[in-house]
């Protein structure tokens, strides 16, 4: 009984995993790429991202950055963000590559994180330029001081 407590008692402490919520209501459960090395990796190798997944890339400081899909196995959306968490750009259905040369997708902008969701998931959920996302449990992000 006493572990039961323990454990009971472990798991309502704990915190809910990084997550975005869009305009519709969908919570997107977030894997986070913070430094260079997870920015590198990003979702490579990977066969599969859960349906409301995505994984997002969190920068220090507004740049254009483009992304590419070397060694990435399934198909995806990439939305980049400026600093308070809006979309700035949006690349659809991007497709893996599994060899060279990788073609680059660059957003035209500046940006400070990219969100990548499952390909499609950005026209069912009415994900475009403009549209604002809330974060939770994301340190750092939206950045502080950024205005609406």
């Known amino acids: 009984m006493l572990s039961l407590m323990l454990a009971l008692s472990l798991a309502a402490a704990a915190p809910p995993p990084p997550a975005c919520t869009l305009p519709d209501g969908t919570r997107v459960v977030l894997e986070l790429a913070l430094n260079e090395r997870e920015w590198a990796q990003g979702l490579m190798f990977r066969d599969s991202l859960p349906p409301t997944g995505g994984m997002l890339f969190v920068f220090t400081a507004d740049d254009r950055r483009p992304f590419w899909m070397k060694n990435t196995f399934i198909p995806l959306d990439m939305l980049w963000l400026d600093a308070k968490g809006a979309i700035v750009a949006v690349r659809s259905d991007v497709q893996p590559c ?29 994900l475009r330029v403009g549209v604002p996302l809330a974060f939770a449990g994301v340190g750092g992000y939206p950045a502080a001081g950024a205005k609406p």
Not at 104 to 119: C, I, K, M, Q, W
């Open 98 to 126: 599994r060899s060279d040369p990788c073609p680059t997708y660059d957003p035209g902008t500046t940006s400070r994180a990219v969100l990548e969701v499952n390909a499609g998931f950005a026209a069912a959920h009415g």
